[in-house]
């Protein structure tokens, strides 16, 4: 189907995109992508993939909009405080794109729930910011065979990658066993540069539409590691554990 009338100009840039054009517009427009986490990963996220024309967006989260979270989670605005996080993303990107589907899941990662939350996607996005989550996600991508766009923040620092276990490591190749509760605890109330998951979830973003399209080279097997403060990324191989504990 010929992409014309006002979608023809809000993709304007896609379409005359070499690798991109009409058949890549068409591929993003019957794409289902879950982000979960409306937070300071998912916020840049979400924008770029409603922006970018993904005909179907579930964003899950179960939190409000506190007035701390507002410093780098730019989905929501001041007049959103105490709704929904999920709620507000909705209104938010609908007002960015009204041609998205945006489904709003507002319930927490559990294992009773993981595979049937994701199980009508295409790909995953942790945009979550504690481990018990993203161990929940990535056994459902696992199990599931679908690929789980990762993404993490901490002070100056993030990291991003893309988990696949049909062609790569998983994130128990990485992290085997959930670390201690008072690491957990220190990580999730530490102090983040608000611009910093700005970076790391339109890398999600991106990685995301990529894996979409089929083009280029995913951030498979390859964890990028950005240090703010000197702003260089660094890249470390990530291979799959012959004894990890879920994927093989
Ligand atoms: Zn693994």
């Known amino acids: 189907m010929p992409i014309t009338g006002d979608d023809a100009q809000r993709y304007y840039r896609h379409l005359i995109l070499p690798g991109f054009g009409e058949a890549g517009q068409e591929c993003l ?3 289902r992508v879950l982000v979960v986490g409306a937070g300071g990963l998912g916020s840049p996220a979400a924008l770029y993939l409603a922006a970018a024309g993904v005909g179907t967006l579930g ?11 507002l410093q780098r989670q730019i989905l929501h605005g001041t007049p959103q405080l105490g709704q929904a996080k999920v709620e507000s993303a909705r209104a938010r990107l609908h007002g960015l794109n009204p041609g998205v589907a945006v489904i709003a899941i507002p319930q927490r990662i559990t294992e009773a729930n993981a595979q049937s939350m994701l199980a009508d996607y295409d790909v995953v996005l942790d945009c979550t910011d504690n481990f018990p989550s993203r161990f ?10 679908k690929p789980l766009v990762f993404g993490s ?3 100056f620092e993030g990291q991003t990658t893309v988990f696949d276990a049909r062609r790569g490591p998983c994130y128990r190749c990485l992290f085997p066993d959930l670390p201690s509760e008072a690491y957990m605890a220190e990580r999730a109330q530490s102090g983040i540069l608000g611009a910093v998951p700005g970076i790391i979830g ?3 973003a991106t990685e995301t539409i990529k894996l979409l399209l089929g083009v280029g080279e995913p951030l498979i097997g390859r964890l990028l590691l950005l240090d703010a403060l ?5 890249e470390v191989r990530l291979q799959r554990q012959p004894d990890c504990p879920l994927c093989v």
């Not at 929940?136 to 065979?145: E, I, S």
């Not at 000197?230 to 660094?234: E, V």
């Open 59 to 69: 964003i899950a989260d179960a939190d409000a909009v506190e007035l701390s979270n």
């Open 136 to 145: 929940l996600l990535n056994a459902a991508c696992v199990r599931l065979g």
């Open 153 to 155: 923040v901490y002070h």
């Open 29 to 31: 427009r019957t794409s």
């Open 202 to 204: 339109a890398v999600q």
């Open 230 to 234: 000197t702003m260089r990324f660094r």
